[in-house]
């Protein structure tokens, strides 16, 4: 007859054992600086003078290149705010050329699908935000058009939230 086992062989963590599959922390929690809401609220005031200007491209690229990934929520909410602001402001025929003027640097693509996908999940939770939800799909897909699938992949990937 067998000998009986004791260990239950599926309760054990290989994962623990095994040092190859350790991660430094600095890779799991990268190291972001600390923004305030007064500063969030600063670049909201200057994004706010370029639409009143009527200069949408340098309004849309000052929001996605301050992105206040150490902030609060309070501070990452109102970016979230400005930034819809400044998506709802430009024009459905100007998408895809506003979105070619900012495509020099891909993480601001980057930046701003995840900012799509954070306005849609607040957008889902909300009532009557079917408007600006139709705001966001119709940026999704120039997005996706521009940057390509590998921008869902790339923020689905980052460890650090907006």
């Known amino acids: 007859m067998a000998p009986?086992?004791?260990?239950?062989?599926?309760?054990?963590?290989?994962?623990?054992?095994?040092?190859?599959?350790?991660?430094?922390?600095?890779?799991?929690?990268p190291a972001v600086p600390a923004v305030s809401t007064a500063d969030v609220q600063a670049i909201a005031t200057q994004c706010r003078q370029y639409l009143q200007r009527g200069d949408n491209d340098s309004a849309l690229r000052i929001a996605l290149e301050n992105v206040p990934y150490g902030g609060?929520?309070?501070?990452?909410?109102?970016?979230?705010?400005?930034?819809?602001?400044?998506l709802s402001s430009i024009k459905s025929v100007d998408m895809a050329?506003?979105?070619?003027?900012?495509?020099?640097?891909?993480?601001?693509?980057?930046v701003l699908m995840k900012y799509l996908y954070k306005?849609?999940?607040?957008?889902?939770?909300?009532?009557?935000?079917?408007?600006?939800?139709?705001?966001?799909?119709?940026w999704h897909e120039k997005v996706v058009d521009v940057a390509g699938e590998g921008s869902i992949v790339r923020v689905m990937t980052d460890r650090r939230t907006v």
Not at 5 to 28: C, G, H, K, M, S
Not at 72 to 86: N, R, S, Y
Not at 120 to 136: E, I, N, Y
């Open 4 to 29: 009986a086992v004791t260990a239950n062989y599926r309760l054990i963590d290989i994962d623990a054992l095994d040092p190859d599959t350790q991660f430094p922390q600095e890779l799991l929690h």
């Open 72 to 86: 609060d929520e309070a501070a990452k909410d109102l970016h979230l705010q400005t930034l819809l602001e400044i």
């Open 97 to 110: 050329g506003t979105l070619l003027r900012i495509a020099d640097r891909t993480e601001l693509l980057d």
């Open 119 to 138: 306005g849609m999940k607040d957008a889902s939770a909300g009532s009557g935000s079917g408007g600006k939800m139709s705001v966001l799909l119709s």
